[in-house]
């Protein structure tokens, strides 16, 4: 194909209004928000959320903005009403091993139930407990009991006394002791100065009268004491069967509230029997205190409490309110959010904790259902990343404290009972983060079967047209915007597309469009209007780039001074006007760059000066090797070329990468070789490969609107314009000053297949290319060339020789 200048209806695409088929987005709000042009991503999201086997989590990768988080949390939440609610889960005192405590899962809502109907169940035995041990019944039947314990106590109480009296000894109780004095002639107490007056044999009998008598206690007690437990085990075991039909009441209530089949009702029957036993252990807690016990009673209230608190159910995670499955955004996954926690309480330097202070986790809170979480935050966590790769290996969860270990004060630990989770983790990340996770951990990656690739682009179509328009309906629902009329729309299409530089592809995305959408309504709002309509968009745009374009601003201010050297008018050799494209991240701009050349008579070839002063990047380097490989291509089929050539780019101080100056570069050369000028009006970017092809390059539509901004400011002259790849005709998006002054003829827009149409559009000379077997021809751009070279070579032979004379003669 011939060099070409483009019409101005090449140079964008322009979407009619009417073709759109609605007035206003208003009438698409009862249309359901489709995935936009994301098809493979959702048809591999329904595939992975409705898997139902091991390892099939999801990795979601694409660019910030596509949206994915908002698409995936979408799809969940229906897949998650299709399936079943998952159990609640409870722990519960282990009265074994108190430090484990036992996990218990019960159907949606019957964890609440059973919390409710334990607590009602230690109300009502901190009432009736008491209640019935001060009944009648109870006490007539421990009286009668104490009784029948008491007459044997009191014949061997008669029988000691009888014993003491025949040693001359008063016997009597105090405090629960038994007490003994010693009687004289009269039967009075005598005092201790009274018998250590007594004579000496008198004294001695008495002490061996004590010594009797203290044996005759000894013996005594060891006949009491078997009464005394034996009445006392039957005082209990008459408490425990008084109260015993109490519990089986209250636990048979229970165990008949919770009528729906429990998966885990051994485990639940097991737990309910130890509750039973436990109370009947600890009835003396709930005893009445009497009026005067004080600090007995504050003692007694707190055993209380310390034996209801066993019988507490800590609820962990309660779906009673869940319609299907759950599904879980965590955006801030710590270990403690993501994992569960166990909290301490400081008490006397102390850390002290139980059952009841076991928190749930998002993991926890998902079984059955859907996590998603953002791979960037994991990344940022060690110890979450490390005990999340554990869960994906094992399915197990273990709620654990992970500084425990380096805890500043002594701590009672807890290992709450380990919880096989099943749960659906949807990862969050960037196209990058995917592979370097393939290669950095790939027993991890394999457990992410599912890969939704968000593409950041997508081939435009009527039907994306409709569903972008339905996504601006829904989007000004959303945020109370005015709606916006079909041009509005059509506006916003536009910068779609010229955000991926394509007018066939439509950018994916859409955070782009939904700022642009809120910004053309604050215009709209700002002229009071009702409806968004195509100016308010434009003005949202031109507003957009006013707020970031300054750096665009103060380079083209170095030219309009005369800073930096560009030339925009006449013919000029061994020079040509390169276009670059400076990417800020928040906002990108192109601006030409002066390509000059310098060629001589040598062996060093050709010098890239951004190559030794390390301002260029690989891929300019490898442009440059590329553009020498063509030129030895054209020039060294018989001979070595024998050149010194240098290339740079004018006033450049911050470092080159890319190829797309590769065809300014190889024109700059032919033309101080050839000895023809170049156009300055006209700038160029381009690739060129190993054949002379021309290559497509970025940014195509940033680098035109720069150049063209300089010559507008200087006064185009109607011989300006660009030289650009054929193959970006389609990635032409050009605002409308570019479009306009193309269609009055004050601005050119060629396109070249081959450098060779480049070279006579800037020199007006025929190229000479193809060249015949003896070479160019003479009046052509490479004969001219050629002939220059077979000079430098001839000087370098001349030189050459004249060393080797030297050599000679010496």
């Not at 009403?81 to 484990?100: G, Q, R, S």
């Not at 909290?343 to 996590?371: C, M, N, P």
């Amino acid at each position: 194909m011939a060099l070409a200048n483009l019409a101005p209806s090449d140079l964008a695409l322009t979407i009619a209004p009417e073709a759109l088929g609605f007035a206003d987005t208003s009438e698409l709000l009862q249309q359901p928000l489709p995935w936009i042009g994301q098809a493979r991503a959702e048809t591999a999201a329904r595939f992975g959320l409705t898997m139902d086997q091991p390892d099939y989590n999801l990795f979601v990768l694409g660019e910030v903005g596509s949206g994915r988080s908002t698409l995936l949390q979408q799809v969940m939440r229906e897949v998650a009403a299709t399936k079943a609610v998952p159990p609640d889960l409870c722990y519960l005192h282990n009265f074994d091993a108190p430090e484990k405590p036992r996990a218990l899962r019960m159907p949606p809502g019957q964890g609440k139930l059973l919390r409710q109907l334990m607590a009602q169940m230690s109300k009502t035995l901190q009432k009736e407990i008491p209640q019935r041990l001060d009944g009648p019944d109870f006490k007539a039947e421990s009286e009668h009991l104490e009784k029948s314990y008491k007459r044997e106590e009191s014949e061997a109480y008669a029988e000691l006394d009888a014993f003491a009296e025949a040693r001359n000894f008063a016997l009597y109780r105090e405090d629960g002791h038994l007490i003994f004095t010693l009687l004289g002639a009269k039967g009075r107490a005598l005092t201790e100065s009274e018998a250590r007056s007594l004579p000496k044999e008198q004294r001695a009998q008495v002490e061996q009268a004590e010594q009797e008598l203290r044996s005759e206690i000894a013996r005594y007690l060891d006949r009491i004491r078997p009464i005394e437990r034996l009445k006392n085990d039957g005082l209990a075991a008459l408490r425990r069967q008084t109260i015993k039909p109490l519990l089986e009441h209250e636990l048979q209530e229970i165990k008949l509230e919770l009528k729906k089949q429990i998966k885990d009702a051994v485990k639940l029957g097991h737990y309910l029997d130890r509750v039973m036993q436990d109370v009947l252990d600890n009835l003396d807690a709930f005893r009445v205190a009497d009026a005067d016990a004080g600090l007995d009673d504050e003692l007694r209230q707190e055993e209380l409490a310390t034996v209801l608190a066993r019988y507490r159910v800590n609820l962990v995670v309660d779906n009673e309110e869940l319609r299907g499955a759950p599904v879980i955004i965590e955006d801030n996954p710590s270990f403690h959010s993501l994992f569960g926690s166990i909290e301490y309480q400081a008490e006397e330097d102390v850390l002290l904790t139980d059952f009841s202070r076991i928190r749930a986790g998002s993991l926890l809170k998902a079984h059955g259902g859907f996590l998603m979480l953002h791979v960037r935050d994991l990344l940022s966590d060690e110890l979450v990343w490390e005990k999340l790769r554990r869960f994906s290996r094992t399915g197990r969860l273990q709620i654990e404290e992970p500084m425990q270990m380096i805890a500043p004060m002594a701590s009672v630990s807890l290992v709450p009972e380990a919880l096989d989770i099943s749960v659906k983790i949807v990862l969050i990340g960037a196209t990058e983060e995917y592979y370097l996770l393939q290669e950095a951990d790939p027993e991890f990656a394999r457990r992410f079967r599912v890969k939704v690739d968000f593409a950041e682009s997508f081939a435009a179509s009527a039907q994306t047209y409709a569903a972008s328009a339905v996504f601006v309906s829904h989007t000004c629902q959303r945020l109370g915007l005015p709606h916006f009329t079909a041009a509005a729309v059509a506006q916003l299409l536009q910068d779609a597309h010229r955000e991926v530089d394509d007018q066939t592809r439509q950018s994916a995305t859409f955070a782009r469009m939904e700022a642009l959408v809120m910004e053309s309504a604050a215009v709209c709002r700002a002229r009071a209007g009702t409806r968004v309509d195509g100016s308010d968009v434009s003005a949202a745009l031109q507003a957009r780039q006013w707020r970031h374009n300054y750096p665009d601003q103060r380079m083209q201010e170095t030219i309009t001074d005369g800073e930096r050297l560009i030339s925009l008018q006449g013919e000029k050799t061994g020079q040509i006007n390169g276009l670059t494209q400076i990417d800020l991240g928040d906002y990108r701009f192109g601006f030409p760059v002066r390509v000059t050349a310098h060629t001589s008579a040598g062996e060093d070839g050709l010098i890239n000066v951004e190559r030794e002063v390390a301002l260029s990047g690989p891929i300019h380097d490898k442009g440059v090797l590329i553009l020498q490989s063509y030129l030895s291509t054209l020039f060294a089929a018989q001979a070595p070329l024998a050149l010194n050539a240098t290339l740079v780019f004018e006033q450049e101080y911050h470092g080159i990468e890319g190829d797309s100056a590769s065809c300014a570069e190889l024109y700059a050369l032919l033309s101080c070789l050839s000895g023809l000028a170049l156009k300055q009006g006209i700038a160029v970017t381009g690739a060129v490969n190993q054949h002379g092809e021309v290559l497509p390059v970025g940014g195509i539509n940033e680098k035109i609107e720069g150049f063209f901004r300089i010559c507008n400011t200087a006064g185009l002259t109607g011989q300006q314009g660009v030289l650009i790849p054929q193959r970006n005709r389609r990635h032409l998006m050009l605002s409308g000053d570019v479009t306009q002054a193309v269609a009055q003829g004050r601005f050119h827009i060629y396109t070249a297949e081959h450098v060779s149409e480049g070279i006579e559009l800037l020199t007006g000379q025929a190229s000479g290319l193809p060249g015949t077997a003896s070479g160019y021809a003479p009046d052509t751009v490479l004969g001219l060339a050629q002939n220059t070279l077979q000079a430098y070579r001839q000087a370098c032979q001349l030189a050459d020789h004249s060393k080797t004379g030297r050599k000679r003669r010496r």
